[in-house]
């Protein structure tokens, strides 16, 4: 009986089992909650099948828009420079002007993203150009509606690369800046119809 393990095999303590799967849960939780170490924003939970993006905001792909600046290298000795020629290049194809002054920052990769807002109106479409300095190996800027849904992501110089970010009611939007590799001065200006 030995043998089989039928005799001196000893049952677990009833509280052990409950504490392992208490250990098993808090381990699950602190995972989910920690950010990606890419400095990527936590990922949004899950929508249900299919449904996709935000609820805020349609994607409007316009093929001008996605050769405009398709070429350049998001990374430049003055991002900041960069962007503005980005979006005077792309001015005439997507009739859009600047909303505001130039987001600016420094972040390297091992850096949380940065969060900056700006209001969308109802019936206004949105662009966002952006560029590294020549440190900056790879960035990903997204936007986000007030709900946390994704509105559009790139790793291109402008967000979304195919075109603009329609929105059918006004909503206030972040504009998140991950640096994946690398570490600099980064620029970003939003424009807007």
């Not at 905001?57 to 960069?82: H, I, Y």
């Not at 929105?167 to 504009?175: G, L, N, R």
Request: glycine fraction near 10%; charged fraction near 20%.
């Amino acid at each position: 009986m030995l043998a089989c393990g039928g005799g001196g095999a000893k049952a677990p303590a009833s509280g052990s089992a409950s504490a392992d799967a208490g250990l098993e849960a808090g381990a699950a939780a602190q995972l989910a909650a920690t950010p990606p170490p890419t400095g990527l924003p936590p990922m949004a939970s899950m929508p249900p099948p299919g449904v996709v993006g935000s609820k805020k905001a349609k994607r409007r792909s316009d093929a001008a828009l996605a050769a405009c600046g398709a070429m350049s290298r998001p990374q430049a000795k003055d991002p900041s420079e960069l962007v503005k020629k980005l979006g005077e290049a792309c001015a005439a194809s997507s009739k859009m002007k600047p909303l505001g002054a130039l987001l600016r920052g420094q972040q390297a990769d091992k850096d949380a993203h940065q969060a900056s807002t700006f209001r969308a109106e109802a019936n206004r479409c949105y662009r966002v150009y952006f560029a590294g300095d020549e440190a900056v190996k790879d960035m990903v800027v997204v936007l986000r509606d007030s709900t946390g849904d994704i509105v559009a992501e790139s790793p291109a110089p402008a967000v979304p690369e195919e075109g603009a970010a329609c929105f059918t009611v006004a909503d206030e939007v972040s504009v998140l800046v991950a640096v994946g590799g690398g570490k600099g001065a980064w620029a970003a200006q939003v424009w807007s119809d």
